[in-house]
Structure formats: C-alpha cells, structure tokens
C-alpha cells in the first residue's frame, strides 16, 4: 500500500512540521515488523530471547558492519515500534 502513495512521506513531514517521517509497513510476525523497520537495509537474521537478567525479552538483528550507522539510526524507530529492546549484532561480510 506504502508504494501506492509515493508522495505520502512528504505530505504528512509538511503537515507534522518535521524534518522526516519513517514509513514502516506492519506485519503481525514481530520479526517481519522489525525486518521492515529497517529497510532499505538487509537483516540478516532476526532472533527474540528472553533475557533472563531483565526479565523480557530482546531481539538480536543481525546486520552487515557497512550499514551500521543507518542502521543504528533504524533501531530507535523499530523499538519504539515494536516496544522490543534491540541489539544489534555485526555479520562480517567476508
């Protein structure tokens, strides 16, 4: 549906008065929902534990080290999204 409003992104940064506005197709698996939080990046892997420590849970996403910086950017939208804390975890690529 997002690709049938290419102009959608810009309407609503005019009309909220923001600098951006991250778009974010829904899915029910919480897994797809992250993955699609951090598009145009590829994940690698997305995995949910539980950590015992902090009695809840934590999604790993797995990402190439050339898309770091955008994606640590990405992670803050995902988790406010998806209200799951995120680690990042780094996949070399070589």
């Given amino acids: ?6 102009g ?3 309407i609503l940064r005019a009309e909220l008065e923001v600098e951006e506005v991250a778009l974010v197709a829904w899915h029910p698996d919480i897994k797809e929902f992250i993955r699609n939080a951090f ?3 590829e994940v690698k892997q997305v995995s949910i534990q ?3 420590l902090f009695e809840q849970e934590v999604a790993k996403v797995v990402i190439s080290e050339d898309d770091l910086e955008e994606a ?11 209200q799951q804390d995120l680690e990042l975890v ?3 690529d070589s």
């Fill in 1 to 6: 549906m997002l690709e049938q409003c290419p």
């Fill in 8 to 10: 959608l992104a810009e």
């Fill in 39 to 41: 598009a145009p990046i």
């Fill in 50 to 52: 539980y950590d015992p």
């Fill in 72 to 82: 640590d950017f990405r992670s803050r939208t995902a988790a406010k999204l998806t």
């Fill in 90 to 92: 780094l996949k070399d």
